[in-house]
């Protein structure tokens, strides 16, 4: 199984002047509906307006953060991971992922768990939207077309892979989703929808 791979890449346009930057993106953008699309080599990413301050990926989709706390997302969206409220197989020109108003994206957590997305705001609110297979997102809802705030406050940080996700929260780290391996760190086996905190184990 491959992913798409993210570069980003600052040069400047000429000798004396501010950066411009580049957004490159190679691989195969793989997904459990295959899109049947694969960038052959570094393939050149527009469309984005602003400067980019950052930049996000799951197994399918590419995200980037742009200065004004925009999201623009490229990829396969047959689960609805562009964040758009539209679910089209795929798509390479990248959209603005829609949030409710008034809501400013401060930073992305990467990775994000399978065919899903997910963003943090100013005020430490956490969203998702996409897959939701197993709940990594922390609320129970199939297939999410528009980012939803999650059950979680204060949080710093976060990240996902397969079917579960991890969150900083006030200082604590919470776990949502699958947990046949152990994902959640809590000590079972047991997968959990709402958000269950991590424990943690001193050695000595």
């Known amino acids: 199984m491959s992913t798409i791979t993210l570069v980003l890449v600052l040069s400047p346009i000429h000798s004396g002047s501010a950066q411009a930057q580049h957004l490159y993106a190679w691989g195969d953008p793989w997904s459990t509906a295959s899109s049947g699309f694969l960038y052959s080599g570094p393939t050149g990413v527009s469309a984005v307006p602003g400067t980019v301050v950052q930049i996000a990926t799951s197994n399918a989709v590419s995200y980037a953060l742009t200065d004004n706390g925009q999201v623009w997302a490229w990829g396969a969206g047959q689960f609805g991971s562009l964040g758009n409220g539209t679910a089209p197989a795929y798509s390479a020109t990248p959209v603005q992922v829609q949030f409710p108003s008034g809501v400013v994206i401060a930073s992305l957590p990467n990775p994000m768990p399978y065919d899903a997305g997910m963003a943090i705001d100013t005020n430490g609110n956490v969203w998702g939207w996409g897959s939701n297979v197993e709940d990594p997102l922390c609320i129970i809802q199939g ?62």
């Not at 046949?180 to 269950?196: Q, R």
């Open 143 to 204: 297939n999410i077309l528009y980012p939803e705030k999650l059950p979680l406050t204060d949080v710093t940080m976060a990240s996902g892979a397969g079917w579960h996700a991890l969150y900083d929260s006030g200082g604590k780290v919470y776990a949502c989703g699958g947990n046949a391996g152990g994902e959640l760190g809590n000590g079972t086996t047991v997968a959990s929808s709402m958000p269950v905190q991590v424990v943690w184990r001193h050695h000595r």
